[in-house]
């Protein structure tokens, strides 16, 4: 009696062991992993992209520039450079947040361009499976939030940055997610 299983021709044995190979490699495959940034604003956790993000630094002060719209905190000073700088507690709606412009500077890269993003304190950047990414339907709260992660206990809103800065920038070059 034959097991059907057998395998009686070099053809079989190929395809067998392709197959074997594929199925190891997806075994083992490592996560696919997306790098953020998750920071605080007010007692709220956010996570963002941190492909764009070029440096963090402590806020000195902030210039205020008469006739800007109200999330625009005014002008930093970052290693001898101007930059704009944007009260994410202001553009995000964030209630009870305290003055970002206290806090740190998230410097971001879009193109050509630098801004400051103004938080109250920096958790870490991390490293993220794609997979614990989860999709949402978010609030008119979280207009730009369009997903969450798990971190650690809790599930925070990801911030898609592209749609929250579009409308003070003029963006032609997509950012990296």
Do not use: W
């Amino acid at each position: 009696m034959q097991d059907s299983r057998s395998i009686h021709d070099p053809d079989q044995l190929e395809a067998y062991l392709r197959q074997r190979e594929t199925s190891d490699k997806a075994e083992y495959a490592e996560p696919l992993l997306v790098r953020l940034a998750v920071c605080r604003i007010g007692e709220q956790l956010y996570a963002m992209p941190a492909d764009g993000l070029k440096q963090v630094c402590k806020v000195e002060s902030v210039a205020y520039v008469p006739g800007c719209p109200s999330v625009i905190a005014g002008l930093i000073q970052v290693g001898g450079e101007i930059l704009g700088a944007v009260d994410l507690a202001k553009l995000l709606s964030v209630e009870g947040a305290s003055d970002c412009r206290k806090g740190y500077a998230m410097i971001y890269e879009f193109g050509s361009e630098r801004i400051g993003l103004l938080v109250s304190a920096i958790e870490e950047v991390v490293e993220v499976p794609v997979d614990d990414i989860c999709e949402q339907d978010f609030d008119q709260h979280f207009a730009y939030a369009v997903s969450e992660i798990q971190y650690f206990d809790n599930k925070i809103p990801y911030i898609d940055l592209q749609r929250a800065l579009s409308s003070l920038l003029d963006l032609d070059e997509e950012m990296p997610v």
